[in-house]
């Protein structure tokens, strides 16, 4: 039994910060991509997004934080430690050097916000010169039984992909671990709903999707992809966002709606439009700084 809480704990505590390039062309010097994974999305699975940055001469740093809140809030809603020590040790190498993020459903929104908030000294705003949001943003806040079976489903895959090689007991525990952690969502979502509508906290503070949207300094140059396939983030929540953004007349906002890719598939499904995308958006970032000639 002991074993058994020792292996959930090293599974949920422990994620790794992996920093890679391809050293044979190495161009893209301004920029360093970070790429924030998926909850429950392996390293090998998060590592293939990574690569497409690396081939194109970025340095990446690639991280999946474990899903779960440390805290209240928004600031608190991922542990983000690691990773603020490897950004800040890179910065410090080149303080010039600005950021850009790629960001998969809401555990990566979780984590850049988290790591906006928890660490204000590293200027993660600031230097973010474009965000890439894959089947997300999405808020919580009326928290619905729709969100709630949404939720469900992201522990499911969670738990579910830790079950590998283990034991009976093991497993009774991850289940149970799953069960509590989708009725500790229902309290947190009834209670945060109730602290805005008192007026005893504002929705920025319990919303990373109001948090973005009302932060300022958003980065100019963001990109979408979603579909109404998507179980999990609904994809007429994702739209509000981008068309919110759009207002904005100053960002550039590059967004493709498909109907049938499921959560964090879309690349699997359409490879070379999401492709395609992703050199439109590095196009974007680079005519936002005056790089007008770029062979991507």
């Given at each position: 039994m002991?074993?058994?809480i020792q292996l959930i704990g090293r599974k949920m505590l422990n994620p790794r910060v992996i920093v890679s390039q391809n050293e044979a062309d190495i161009k893209n010097q301004k920029s360093i991509?970070?790429?924030?994974?998926?909850a429950g999305g392996s390293e090998r699975n998060v590592e293939k997004y990574a690569k497409i940055y690396q081939d194109k001469g970025f340095k990446t740093i690639q991280y999946t934080a474990p899903a779960y809140n440390i805290g209240w809030g928004v600031g608190k809603s991922r542990k983000v430690t690691e990773l603020a020590e490897t950004l800040d040790k890179l910065i410090k190498k080149d303080p010039k050097k600005k950021l850009i993020f790629h960001v998969f459903s809401m555990n990566g929104v979780f984590t850049f916000c988290s790591l906006n908030i928890q660490y204000p000294e590293l200027r993660i705003m600031e230097k973010c010169e474009g965000m890439f949001f894959d089947s997300c943003p999405i808020h919580n806040i009326d928290g619905d039984w729709k969100m709630i079976k949404a939720y469900?489903?992201?522990m499911k895959h969670v738990y579910d992909s830790m079950k590998i090689n283990t034991n009976f007991i093991t497993n009774s525990i991850y289940e149970v671990s799953k069960f509590l952690a989708i009725m500790k969502y229902v309290y947190s979502s009834i209670r945060d709903k109730t602290l805005v509508k008192s007026g005893l906290a504002e929705i920025e503070q319990v919303s990373s999707y109001h948090y973005l949207?009302?932060?300022p300094e958003l980065p100019k140059v963001l990109s979408f992809v979603y579909s109404d396939g998507d179980l999990v983030c609904d994809a007429k929540l994702i739209h509000e966002f981008q068309e919110k953004v759009r207002e904005n007349r100053r960002r550039n906002v590059i967004s493709t709606r498909y109907t049938d890719s499921l959560h964090v598939e879309h690349f699997r499904r359409y490879p070379k439009e999401y492709l395609a995308q992703i050199d439109e958006f590095l196009r974007k970032i680079e005519e936002s700084r005056?790089?007008?000639?770029?062979?991507l």
């Amino acid at each position: 039994m002991i074993k058994a809480i020792q292996l959930i704990g090293r599974k949920m505590l422990n994620p790794r910060v992996i920093v890679s390039q391809n050293e044979a062309d190495i161009k893209n010097q301004k920029s360093i991509v970070t790429v924030l994974g998926w909850a429950g999305g392996s390293e090998r699975n998060v590592e293939k997004y990574a690569k497409i940055y690396q081939d194109k001469g970025f340095k990446t740093i690639q991280y999946t934080a474990p899903a779960y809140n440390i805290g209240w809030g928004v600031g608190k809603s991922r542990k983000v430690t690691e990773l603020a020590e490897t950004l800040d040790k890179l910065i410090k190498k080149d303080p010039k050097k600005k950021l850009i993020f790629h960001v998969f459903s809401m555990n990566g929104v979780f984590t850049f916000c988290s790591l906006n908030i928890q660490y204000p000294e590293l200027r993660i705003m600031e230097k973010c010169e474009g965000m890439f949001f894959d089947s997300c943003p999405i808020h919580n806040i009326d928290g619905d039984w729709k969100m709630i079976k949404a939720y469900s489903i992201v522990m499911k895959h969670v738990y579910d992909s830790m079950k590998i090689n283990t034991n009976f007991i093991t497993n009774s525990i991850y289940e149970v671990s799953k069960f509590l952690a989708i009725m500790k969502y229902v309290y947190s979502s009834i209670r945060d709903k109730t602290l805005v509508k008192s007026g005893l906290a504002e929705i920025e503070q319990v919303s990373s999707y109001h948090y973005l949207l009302k932060n300022p300094e958003l980065p100019k140059v963001l990109s979408f992809v979603y579909s109404d396939g998507d179980l999990v983030c609904d994809a007429k929540l994702i739209h509000e966002f981008q068309e919110k953004v759009r207002e904005n007349r100053r960002r550039n906002v590059i967004s493709t709606r498909y109907t049938d890719s499921l959560h964090v598939e879309h690349f699997r499904r359409y490879p070379k439009e999401y492709l395609a995308q992703i050199d439109e958006f590095l196009r974007k970032i680079e005519e936002s700084r005056g790089d007008f000639n770029s062979k991507l």
